[in-house]
C-alpha cells in the first residue's frame, strides 16, 4: 500500500511511540487521557504498517542507527513477532480506552495519575520484547516489563495489592535473574547474544543445555507455569481491572513468547523429547489445577485469574506436539492462535469482571444473579468471552484447540488428546458458573452502581474479535506461516 | 578441562548466586530477600565480568562490561522498587513479611 | 459472487442478524421488535422458497470459506437440507407468532427473542451445513443458543435445568468433536458426499471406524435423546411453551436426528455402516428408546412432561428408519422428520395454551377442558391421533413406510415394535382426549386469565391450527409433489442410485 511508506522505520516507532507517550502523559497530567488514546491509536497504525510490510515482504531485519550486530541493537520481525505486536495493540487499545471510563480510578485517586506513564512504558518494554534480535536486551526488556507490572498491580495501594506487588516482583526477579545467569554463560562459551548467530554456532552439547534449563526456569516462573504460578492469581485479581486485563492477555505471553524462540530457533539441537514431555505435562497439571481452583473460588476475579493458569497449560502443550514431525506445524499454528485467542477473550473477560465488580461494589459469584438486566453488554462481553475459552466455535479458541486436538490425534498422542477436550469441559464448567448466576432473577433490593458506556464496550469489542477470529483466518495464518520453525505440512500423503 | 582465573570467577559467581537463592527461600523478612536477590545479581554479573577475559595477553571483550553495566543499571532499579514498596507494605499492614499468600476469598 | 453464492448466506443472515439486532432493542420497544421478528421470519420463508425451487431444479448452492488448511465453513444445498431447512423456517414463522402472543408480558423480552432467532440461525446452519465441521459448529451454536432459553424464566429450577442440559449437550458435543477429529486426521476433510465420503477416502482399520461411529452417533445422540442419553429432554420442560415447542420439534431434537441422518447417510455411507454391523445395535437402541419413552409417558401426570417423553420415544423413529438402511425406510425416517415436527409442535402450542389460558399444567385438570377450549382442543386431537398413526393423518404415512421398509429389510420384528408403539401411544394419548371432551369439569380452572374474545388470544390460537392442519394435509396429499413424504422419495432416490 502506498500510504505506508516503505522508508519508514515502524518497529523503531513502535517504541519511540508509547515511551514518548509514557513521558508526556507523566509531564502534562491534565491531557492525559488524550494523549494516551492518541498514542495507543498511534501504536496501532503503526503495528498494522508493519504487519502489511512482513505480509508483502517476509521477515525484517532492522539495525538502529545502522550499527549492527555485535556491537548495535537489532530487530527482528517476523511473523510471530507481528503476531504478538499485533494482540498487544488490540488489547491496549482496548484496555487503553477502559482506562479513560475506569470509574474505580477517580474512587481512591491514590495512585491513579500514575496509571497512563506506568501503562505507556509497559507497552513500551513489550513492544521491545517482542522486536528484539538478541537475547540480552531481551533480558532488559523483559525486567522492565516486571518493573511496570509491578508498579501497575500496587497502584491502588491497598494492603492485599500491596502484598501481591511484593510477592510479584520477587518472583520477578528471580525469574530475571535465572533468565540472565544463562546469558552470561551462553556468551562465555560462544562471544555472542545475538539470536540468530547463537542459532548457527550452537551444538547440542552440555552448555547450552545449562543455559537452556536456567533460562528456562526464570521464564516459566515469570509465565506462570504450574508449580510456579503461586504469584499470579493474587497479583491479577488484585490490580485495577484494565491491569489485570493487560496482565492476563499480554503479560504473561511475553515470557512464552521468549521461551518459543529459544525452543524452536535458538537451540532447536539442545531441546530434548524428555523436556518436552516434562512441559507439555506441567501444562497439563496447570490446566487441571487451575480450572479446578476456579471452579471453587467465590471471587469472580480470582476465577478469571485462575482461568489464566489453566488455559497458559494449553500453550505448553506446544513442545511434546511439535515432537513428531507430522503434525509439527499444525501445533505450531494452533498454539500461536492459542495465544492470539486467549489474549482476545481473556482481556476482554477481565474487563467485562472488573465492570460487574465495580457496578457491584464486590464481586462474590453467589451475588451476581440479576446482572444480566442491569448490565446486559457486560453479561454478554462475558459469555462471548467464555464462548471462546471454553474452546465452543465459532471462535478462534475452537479453531486453536480444533489444531490442538488434530495434532496430538494424528500424532497418536491420545494422552494430550484427553487433557485438551477435558480442559474444555472443565473451561464451561467454571464460566457457566458464573453465567448461570448472571441469568438469575434479580433480587429486588440489589443495588447497583451506574456504569460508564466506556467501561462496558470495549469488553465486548475484544470478546467479539476473538470470536471474529474464527471466520477470519487466513491473514493471522499466514502471518504464523512467515518465518515459521517448520513449514506447514499436509496431515495427509 | 584447564583451572583458569576465569573459570575460578565463573564459579564464585554460580556460588553466589546458590547463595543467594538459599537465603532468598530462608528469610521471610523483605529486606533480607531483596538483599539476597542482591546477592545473587552479584554473583550473575562476575559471571559476566569472567565471560569478558580472553587470554592473558588479550585486552577484554568490552561487550559483557557493557552488559554488567546495563544489568547493574537495571538491578539498582528493581531494587529501589522493591525497597519502597517494602516501606509501602511495612506502612500499610505494619508487617515486615508477606501474607501467607492464598488469596484472599 | 452469485446468487448460488449467496443465497445460503441470505438465509443464515436472515435470522442471525435479525437476532444481534434485536439483542440491543429495549424492552419496551414491541412494536419494532415484532415487526422485525415477523419481518425476518417472513424473509426467510421467501428465500427458502426460492432454495426448495432451485434444489429441485438441480441447481446447486455452495458458499465455502476456509478456516483452517483443510477446513472450510461450507453452507451447501442438496435435498435432504431442503426438507429441514423448510420445515424449521416454516416452523419458527409460527413459533415466533405464538413466542409474542405467549410472552407479551414477560421480563428480559429482548434477550429471548435474540436467543430465539440465534437458535433458528444454528438450525438452518445445521441443515445447511455442507461438511461434518460445519455441522459442528453450528450444533455447538445451537446448544448455546438455547441455554439462555432453557433458562430463561431465572427460577433455581429452570437454572438446575439448563445446568443438566449443558452437562448433557457439552458432553455429547466432545464426543462429536473427538470423533471428528479423528475421522478427519484419518479420511481428509469430511465434506459429506451422496454415499459416504468414507468410499472415496484411504482404507481404515475396521475397529478404528466403529468407535468413531460409537463417537458420532453418541455425540449426536444426545440431542436426539436416545436412551440412555435423554436425561436432559424431560428436565427441559420448565422451558417456556414456545421453547418446548422450538426445542422438540425444530431445533435441538431435530438436529440430533437429522445429525444421524447425516452421520450415516453422507460420512460413512450406507454400504459402509452395513459392512462394519453398525446398523443393527443403533437400530435395537432406537426400537428400545421407542418403547421406553411411551412406557415413561404412560406414567406422567404432567401435560408437558408427558409429551416430553412422547418426543423421546417419536424421535427415534427416525434414528430406526435411518438404521434399517433401506430406501423405503429411510422415506419413512425422512418423511417422519417433518411430520413428528408438525404433530409435536401443535401439541405444545395447545399445552401452551392451556397453561396460558387457564392454569391447567396437568393432565388431571383437563377435565371438560373441550368445551371451554374447542378448537384448542381440536388441533390438539389431530396432533394426538396423528402421533398414534391414525390414517390419514401424517403420524400414519411415516409409520407404514416405516414398516413397509421392514419388511423389505427382512427385520420383520421392527413390525412388531411399530405395533406395540402405536399401542402405547394410544394408552397415553387417548385418555387425555377422552377426559379433555367427554368428562364434565369438575373443579374450576386453576388460574383462568380472560384473553379476548375468543377463547384466547389470536397469536396464540392461530399457530397450532394451522400446525395442525399441515398435518393433515401432509398425510392427506402425500403423494402430491412438495409434500414431505414425496420430497423424502426424491432424497431417497438420490441416496440410494437403483431403489
Redo the contacts between chains.
Keep these: 500500500m502506498a500510504i505506508f511508506e516503505q522508508s519508514i522505520h515502524w518497529p523503531v516507532w513502535l517504541m519511540v511511540l508509547p515511551l514518548t507517550g509514557a513521558l508526556l502523559t507523566f509531564a502534562i497530567y491534565r491531557y492525559q487521557n488524550l494523549i494516551g488514546l492518541i498514542t495507543a491509536m498511534g501504536i496501532l497504525w503503526s503495528v498494522i504498517a508493519l504487519a502489511q510490510k512482513v505480509l508483502t515482504e517476509g521477515p525484517q531485519r532492522y539495525s538502529i542507527g545502522g550499527w549492527g550486530a ?2 548495535g541493537i537489532d530487530l527482528y520481525v517476523d511473523g510471530l513477532s507481528t503476531l504478538m505486536l499485533l494482540l498487544t495493540a488490540a488489547v491496549g487499545f482496548f484496555v487503553s480506552f477502559y482506562g479513560v471510563g475506569y470509574a474505580g480510578f477517580r474512587q481512591h485517586n491514590h495512585g491513579s495519575g500514575y496509571f497512563w506513564p506506568l501503562w505507556l512504558f509497559l507497552w513500551t518494554a513489550l513492544n521491545g520484547l517482542f522486536l528484539t534480535a538478541d537475547i ?1 536486551n531481551a ?2 526488556t523483559l ?2 516489563i ?2 511496570a507490572s ?2 501497575l498491580v ?1 497502584l491502588s ?4 495489592a ?2 501481591a ?3 510479584y ?2 518472583v520477578g ?2 525469574g ?2 535465572f533468565y ?2 544463562g546469558v ?2 551462553l ?2 562459551g560462544y ?1 555472542t ?1 545475538d539470536m540468530a548467530s547463537l542459532g548457527q554456532a550452537a551444538q547440542a552439547g552440555p552448555l547450552p543445555r545449562t543455559a537452556l534449563t536456567l533460562m528456562g526456569v526464570g521464564l516459566l516462573l515469570k509465565t506462570a507455569l504450574f508449580p510456579l504460578h ?2 499470579l ?2 497479583a491479577h ?1 488484585n490490580a485495577p481491572t484494565p491491569v489485570s486485563s493487560a496482565l492476563s492477555a499480554l503479560v504473561v505471553k511475553a515470557p512464552f513468547y521468549l521461551l518459543l524462540r529459544l525452543w524452536f530457533t535458538v537451540f532447536p539441537d539442545s531441546t530434548t523429547g524428555a523436556a518436552a514431555n516434562l512441559l507439555g505435562l506441567l501444562g497439563a497439571i496447570a490446566i487441571l489445577w487451575g480450572s479446578i481452583q476456579a471452579l471453587q ?3 469472580l476475579k ?1 476465577l478469571v485469574a485462575y482461568s489464566t493458569v489453566a488455559q497458559l497449560g494449553y500453550l505448553f502443550l506446544v513442545f511434546p506436539l511439535t515432537q513428531d514431525s507430522m503434525a509439527a506445524s499444525t501445533a505450531w ?1 494452533g498454539a500461536l492462535y492459542y495465544t492470539l485467542a486467549h489474549g482476545l477473550a481473556k482481556g476482554g473477560m477481565f474487563l467485562a469482571a472488573g465492570t460487574i465488580f465495580y457496578a457491584l461494589q464486590q464481586d462474590r459469584i453467589q451475588n451476581l444473579n ?1 446482572i ?2 442491569h448490565l ?1 453488554v457486560t453479561a ?1 462481553a462475558f459469555g462471548l468471552a467464555g ?1 471462546s475459552l471454553m474452546g ?3 471462535s478462534a479458541g ?2 486453536a484447540k ?2 490442538l ?2 495434532a496430538a ?2 500424532n497418536g498422542q491420545w494422552g494430550w ?1 484427553i487433557i485438551i ?1 477435558l480442559g ?2 472443565l473451561a ?1 464448567g467454571y464460566v ?1 458458573r458464573v ?2 448466576y448472571v ?3 434479580a433480587p429486588s433490593k440489589a443495588h447497583y452502581r451506574p456504569v460508564p458506556w466506556l467501561m462496558e464496550w470495549p469488553a465486548l469489542l475484544l470478546a467479539l474479535m476473538a470470536i471474529c477470529l ?2 477470519i ?2 491473514t493471522p ?1 499466514t502471518l504464523i506461516e512467515i518465518g515459521a520453525p517448520m513449514s ?1 505440512q ?3 500423503p | 578441562m584447564i583451572f583458569t582465573p ?1 573459570l575460578l570467577y ?1 564459579l564464585t ?2 556460588g553466589l ?1 546458590i547463595l543467594g ?1 538459599y537465603a ?1 527461600f530462608v528469610h521471610s523478612h ?1 529486606l533480607r ?2 538483599l539476597a ?1 542482591n546477592i ?2 552479584s ?2 554479573f562476575l ?2 565480568v ?2 569478558a577475559y580472553r587470554s592473558p595477553e588479550a585486552i577484554s ?1 568490552p ?2 562490561q557493557a ?1 554488567v553495566l ?2 547493574i543499571v ?1 538491578a539498582s ?2 531494587m529501589l ?2 525497597l519502597a ?2 516501606a ?2 511495612k506502612a ?2 505494619g508487617r515486615t513479611e ?2 501467607d ?1 492464598s ?3 | 459472487m452469485n446468487w448460488s453464492f449467496w443465497l445460503p448466506v441470505l438465509i443464515l443472515l436472515s435470522s442471525l442478524g435479525a437476532g444481534i439486532v434485536i ?1 440491543f432493542l429495549p424492552q419496551r420497544a414491541y412494536r419494532t421488535r415484532t415487526t422485525l421478528n415477523m419481518a425476518a421470519a417472513t424473509l426467510k420463508l421467501l428465500l427458502v422458497a426460492a432454495l426448495v425451487w432451485g434444489v429441485f431444479h438441480h441447481q446447486s448452492y455452495e458458499t465455502r ?7 472450510d ?1 461450507l453452507l451447501r444445498a442438496d435435498t435432504l437440507s431442503v426438507l429441514f431447512i423448510t420445515l424449521s423456517s416454516i416452523l419458527w414463522f409460527f413459533t415466533t407468532l405464538y413466542a409474542i402472543g405467549y410472552l407479551e408480558a414477560s ?2 423480552r429482548s ?1 429471548f427473542f435474540g436467543f430465539f432467532s440465534l437458535c433458528v440461525s444454528a438450525t438452518v446452519g445445521i441443515a445447511l451445513a455442507g461438511n461434518l465441521i460445519t455441522f ?2 453450528f450444533y ?2 445451537l ?2 443458543s438455547t ?2 432459553l432453557v ?1 430463561h ?3 433455581k429450577k429452570s ?1 438446575r435445568a ?2 443438566i442440559y ?1 452437562g448433557y449437550t ?2 455429547g ?2 464426543l462429536l ?2 470423533g471428528m ?2 475421522l ?2 484419518l479420511a ?1 476433510p469430511l465434506s459429506f458426499t451422496e454415499g459416504g465420503l468414507l468410499a472415496e477416502a ?1 482404507p481404515i482399520d475396521p475397529q478404528t471406524l466403529t468407535i468413531i461411529f460409537t463417537l458420532l452417533i453418541a455425540g449426536v445422540g444426545v440431542k436426539a435423546a436416545l436412551v440412555p442419553l435423554h436425561g436432559w429432554l424431560p428436565q427441559a420442560m420448565v422451558a417456556p411453551a414456545p421453547v418446548s415447542a422450538l426445542l422438540h420439534a425444530v431445533a435441538v431434537v431435530k438436529a440430533g436426528a437429522f445429525g444421524i441422518v447425516r452421520i450415516v447417510d453422507n460420512v460413512f455411507g450406507v454400504e459402509f455402516v452395513a459392512k462394519l454391523g453398525v446398523a443393527a445395535p443403533l437400530a435395537w437402541l432406537a426400537s428400545f428408546t421407542i418403547i421406553y419413552g411411551s412406557v415413561r409417558a404412560l406414567f406422567q401426570d404432567d401435560l408437558k412432561r408427558r409429551l416430553a417423553y412422547s418426543t423421546i420415544s417419536q424421535v427415534s423413529y427416525i434414528a430406526l428408519g435411518i438404521a434399517l438402511l433401506n430406501p423405503v425406510a429411510t422415506i419413512g425416517a425422512m418423511a417422519h422428520l417433518v411430520h413428528q415436527g408438525l404433530m409435536k409442535i401443535t401439541l405444545f402450542f395447545c399445552a401452551g395454551n392451556l397453561a396460558q389460558t387457564l392454569g391447567i399444567h396437568r393432565i388431571s385438570e383437563m377435565a371438560g377442558v373441550g368445551r371451554r377450549m374447542p378448537w384448542t382442543m381440536t388441533a390438539f386431537t389431530l396432533g394426538a391421533l396423528g402421533m398414534i398413526g391414525v390414517p390419514p393423518l401424517a403420524g400414519f404415512i411415516s409409520k407404514w413406510y416405516l414398516g413397509y421398509g421392514a419388511v423389505l429389510a427382512e427385520a420383520e420384528w421392527v413390525l412388531g415394535i411399530l405395533a406395540l408403539s402405536s399401542v402405547l401411544n394410544a394408552a397415553y394419548f387417548l385418555p387425555i382426549l377422552y377426559r379433555a371432551w367427554f368428562s364434565p369439569q369438575k373443579n374450576p380452572w386453576p388460574e383462568e386469565t380472560s384473553r379476548g374474545r375468543l377463547e384466547t388470544h389470536w397469536m396464540l390460537l392461530l399457530p397450532p391450527l394451522i400446525t395442525a392442519a399441515m398435518a393433515l394435509g401432509a398425510g392427506l396429499l402425500a403423494h402430491a409433489p412438495f409434500s414431505p413424504a414425496e420430497w423424502a422419495r426424491l432424497i431417497a432416490v438420490r441416496e440410494y442410485p437403483s431403489p
Design positions: 555485535p556491537l540480552f533480558y532488559v525486567e522492565l516486571g518493573l509491578v508498579a500496587g495501594g491497598q494492603a492485599s500491596l502484598n506487588a511484593m510477592r516482583l520477587l526477579l528471580l530475571s535473574l540472565l545467569l552470561g554463560l556468551y562465555a562471544h547474544v503461586f504469584w492469581p493474587p485479581a473460588t467465590q471471587r480470582l499454528s440479576g444480566s438486566r446486559p454478554f464462548v465452543l466455535p465459532p475452537f479453531l480444533w489444531s486436538l488434530t490425534i494424528a488428546a477436550v474444555g469441559l464451561a457457566f453465567l448461570s441469568f438469575m432473577q474464527g471466520f483466518t487466513q495464518l506447514y499436509y496431515l495427509l | 576465569a565463573i559467581g554460580i548466586f537463592l532468598l523483605l530477600k531483596i536477590l545473587m545479581a554473583g550473575v559471571v559476566y569472567a565471560a571483550d561487550v559483557p552488559m546495563t544489568g537495571v532499579a528493581s522498587l522493591g514498596l517494602a509501602r507494605v500499610k499492614t508477606l501474607d499468600g488469596p484472599s476469598e | 439483542f470459506l476456509p478456516l483452517l488448511p483443510e477446513m465453513l421480563p428480559h434477550r459442528f459448529i455447538e451454536m446448544t448455546l441455554y439462555p433458562t424464566r431465572g427460577t437454572l439448563g445446568k449443558l457439552l458432553m458435543g466432545v468433536l473427538t477429529a479423528w478427519q486426521t481428509g484411504p
